[in-house]
């Protein structure tokens, strides 16, 4: 997992100004158990420059979903997807959008334990 410290060390001038966790209490869950869970993620986001990207930290995910970090514009547009990361203690990193106080920030990930498989998306913006 990339820590939002070395992120900043590696990115220059970034610095970490919002965290989060989403869904901190998950039951230890079995392939059975599993519809209507959610990952436990800690959401953070960066700003550098005029721009914000944002870092989805996995704590908890007993399902296995997978977990993509998300940022997006007021309007939707322009948005960025972090890459895919199913195991705690790993993290996805979206890219930088211009930073808007409209922005919103977040996960999605894939449950494919319902009937018709979707993503799901959680903004805590």
Known sequence: ?????KLSAAAGAISAV??????V???AASATS???????VQIVEW????YAAVGGN???NPCRFGV???????TGTPQSIGNDATNP???SITAFIPENSGNHHGMRYWDYYIANPKWIYVFND
Do not use: R
């Open 34 to 40: 599993c519809t209507g869970q959610q990952p436990s």
């Open 25 to 27: 209490s998950i039951p």
């Open 68 to 74: 993509e970090a998300i940022i997006e514009g007021p």
């Open 47 to 50: 700003h550098s420059q005029g």
């Open 18 to 23: 919002a965290s989060s966790l989403l869904f």
């Open 58 to 60: 996995i704590i908890a």
């Open 89 to 91: 203690g790993t993290s």
């Open 1 to 5: 997992m990339m820590s939002a410290k």
